[in-house]
């Protein structure tokens, strides 16, 4: 015999909402640029890296990688290990002590081409000069004095454009550093005459592509550098 039921259908279950999924904020730096967005607590590293270099409209994927910040105020990543791996978890792979913060990334440039006119995409040239730039700057890259002399000549150009003979001479160029420390110590110039050698270099750039500036600099990066500390 069959039971009746007096109710509405519905009445017999109870909605229970769904947990919400834990998600994980994530800050991406560049030489370039920064930025930040959630990813979930579970995604791997190529999640993530897919993330960063779609965002970017970054195609030459293969030459880069992601590193986790290292230092006193950031996470470290596990003993050994210097690059994101991409199979596993982001979190698996840094140390969280406090996950309402970020975790900090690099996007840092992985392998480096043999030849640098192998790299066909404005962003991987720009993001690959900024990078041997900076590794100069510090000495990770080895470049010889009369080089790292060329070289400058380049980041002003990048950083003011064309040469301007009323605006850019020696003196009126900032504090920024155009070369190692280290190059200026053993320089047999005075700083204000290595500064006047840079500006005629940077005079001769005038009028080019900054393409094709990044371009020659990575070259002569590459043919005239090495990885071995001065």
Not at 137 to 153: G, T
Not at 186 to 194: D, Q
Request: charged share 25%.
């Amino acid at each position: 015999m069959a039971h009746s039921f007096s109710g509405s259908f519905s009445s017999m279950f109870k909605y229970v909402p769904t947990r919400a999924k834990k998600m994980l904020t994530v800050h991406i730096q560049t030489l370039d640029v920064d930025m930040e967005f959630s990813v979930p607590w579970k995604a791997t590293g190529k999640e993530v890296f897919d993330k960063v270099t779609n965002t970017m409209g970054l195609r030459e994927t293969w030459y880069f990688g992601l590193q986790p910040t290292k230092g006193p105020a950031g996470q470290v990543t596990f003993v050994g290990q210097m690059w994101i791996i991409d199979e596993k978890r982001i979190v698996d792979q840094v140390y969280i002590s406090d996950d309402s913060k970020p975790v900090q990334l690099h996007l840092l440039v992985k392998f480096y081409p043999i030849d640098v006119n192998d790299l066909i995409q404005d962003i991987t040239k720009h993001l690959f000069y900024l990078q041997v730039k900076d590794q100069i700057m510090s000495r990770i890259i080895y470049a010889p004095d009369n080089v790292c002399v060329m070289l400058a000549s380049y980041v002003l150009q990048a950083k003011y454009g064309d040469y301007d003979p009323m605006k850019h001479k020696v003196g009126q160029l900032g504090n920024e550093p155009l070369i190692p420390d280290a190059v200026m110590k053993r320089y047999p110039l005075s700083k204000e005459a290595l500064e006047d050698n840079i500006i005629g270099l940077y005079a001769q750039h005038s009028c080019r592509p900054n393409v094709d500036r990044d371009r020659e600099w990575a070259e002569n990066a590459v043919s005239h550098c090495s990885s071995e500390k001065s």
